[in-house]
């Protein structure tokens, strides 16, 4: 049950597109599509912004996408806003009813 | 609405017990399925445990065979029963619904576990 990877941080401009992968292995992302994606502001709990790779939640913006390639999956803001400042984790499935998170990765608004 | 409200977090010394509860509003503990998940401070989110609808019980290899996860039906109420606690259990522990996809759709606020001597 290792982390999966992420970058520590990613940073862009008001109105910019970034992008945040999130890699893992054949024994989670690789091999489901139940990647999940959060957002976390500070002292805040997490929340949901997509699930099974590309869906998002009901009224959530649909500035955020995600996406997958093999083990490697990633997540889309584009047209960034000073709000989206946050941290951001993926997670997956692991197999056995478990579930993995990534390291996470603080997204800052220049 | 859906709420989930955990308490039960607090100071407690190495190799003590804790029990947290997450007190649902909303949805039946007893229909759906719940996780915990905990975050050591400031660092990023584990993956602690998960009861299914049916009440099967699975567990991260970093707590198995210390923590129970149970439900009480009657008080709609998840409960995680923490022993031989360590320091590396100090933690915000949020409880979670999994929702559809496997997404931990709705969360707790979280509470706090310090475990020091």
């Known amino acids: 049950q290792s982390a999966l990877t992420q970058p520590a941080s990613v940073s862009g401009s008001p109105g910019q597109s970034i992008t945040i992968s999130c890699t893992g292995t054949?024994?989670?992302?690789?091999?489901?599509?139940?990647v999940s994606w959060y957002q976390q502001h500070p002292g805040k709990a997490p929340k949901l912004m997509i699930y099974e790779v590309t869906k998002r939640p009901s009224g959530l913006s649909n500035r955020f996408s995600g996406s997958k390639s093999g083990s490697t999956a990633s997540l889309t803001i584009s047209g960034l806003q000073a709000e989206d400042e946050a941290d951001y984790y993926c997670?997956?499935?692991?197999?056995?009813?478990?579930?993995?998170f990534g390291t996470g990765t603080k997204v800052t608004v220049l | 609405e859906v709420q989930l409200v955990e308490s039960g977090g607090g100071l407690v010394q190495p190799g003590g017990s804790l029990r947290l509860s997450c007190a649902a509003s909303?949805?039946?503990?007893?229909?759906?399925?719940l996780t915990w998940v905990r975050q050591a401070p400031g660092k990023g989110l584990e993956w602690v445990s998960v009861i299914h609808g049916g009440g099967s019980t699975f567990y991260a290899d970093s707590v198995k065979g210390r923590f129970t996860l149970s439900r009480d039906n009657p008080k709609n109420t998840l409960n995680l029963q923490m022993n031989s606690l360590r320091p590396e259990d100090t933690a915000i522990y949020y409880c979670a619904r999994v929702g559809y996809g496997d997404g931990f759709d709705i969360w707790g606020q979280g509470t706090m576990v310090t475990v020091s001597s």
């Open positions: 054949g024994g989670d992302v690789g091999n489901y599509n139940l």
């Open positions: 997670c997956s499935y692991a197999g056995g009813n478990t579930y993995v």
């Open positions: 909303g949805l039946t503990v007893s229909n759906d399925y």
